[in-house]
């Protein structure tokens, strides 16, 4: 069975450092992804119409990780990648210390043998299994090119990411560029631990900000 080390070959997007900013180019990836807002006044961690989206998405990544896998012909195994979020405010100004009218879109990376046909057939496994529940309907199989970025892992819990936003954009504009949050990028983070096991000090997360010269 080939196995695809996809931590390892995407080793330089998913684990930059934690001690100084750097600029990158994101090339396009495919993700099963899933869009949505967080209603007035909640944070991420309570709503539900986020929570709801998280739990769809690991759903439909496991089913077509074991559809791949034990499939007759060809058979591929291969890890579930970190659950990633796109962050951002269609009016007003974007500002990661309130969450006020935050639009989102939740993804996990799905590498080229998930097919869009296997995709298909993966949703409809997935309704079979858990019933046709509200959220499956918005998830879909998308190309997501960033391009060119700054970034850096946080570690520590989401509230402190600000002081390390601030860093990044003070590097990029040190690099002859600035950042384009606010003026349609988005603010990207990848989680890389699960808050519900990790110690809010140790939580490892990157982030991640479209740049421009």
């Not at 069975?1 to 684990?15: A, G, H, T």
């Not at 396009?28 to 869009?35: C, E, G, I, T, V």
């Not at 998280?54 to 559809?67: E, P």
């Not at 606010?182 to 990207?188: E, I, N, Y």
Request: proline residues 8%.
């Amino acid at each position: 069975m080939e196995k695809l080390d996809l931590k390892k070959s995407l080793k330089p997007y998913y684990q930059p450092s934690a001690k100084t900013p750097e600029i990158i180019q994101v090339p396009r990836f495919q993700f099963a992804m899933l869009d949505g807002d967080i209603e007035p006044g909640v944070l991420p961690g309570n709503s539900p119409a986020f929570q709801e989206a998280v739990a769809a998405l690991y759903g439909i990544a496991y089913t077509l990780k074991f559809m791949v896998k034990l499939r007759k012909d060809d058979p591929i195994d291969y890890p579930v990648m970190a659950l990633e979020g796109l962050w951002w405010v269609e009016d007003g100004k974007f500002d990661l210390r309130v969450a006020d009218n935050w639009k989102w879109t939740v993804m996990i990376l799905q590498p080229e043998v998930v097919t869009a046909e296997i995709f298909a057939e993966g949703l409809a496994q997935l309704r079979k299994k858990r019933g046709d529940q509200p959220a499956f309907a918005r998830l879909r199989l998308d190309g997501f090119e960033e391009g060119l970025c700054v970034q850096m892992m946080h570690i520590g819990p989401y509230a402190t990411e600000p002081a390390n936003v601030d860093r990044m954009h003070a590097f990029a504009v040190q690099q002859g560029y600035h950042a384009q949050l606010g003026s349609g990028g988005k603010h990207h983070e990848i989680y890389m631990s699960d808050p519900r096991k990790a110690a809010p000090e140790k939580m490892k997360t990157v982030l991640r900000h479209p740049i421009e010269r």
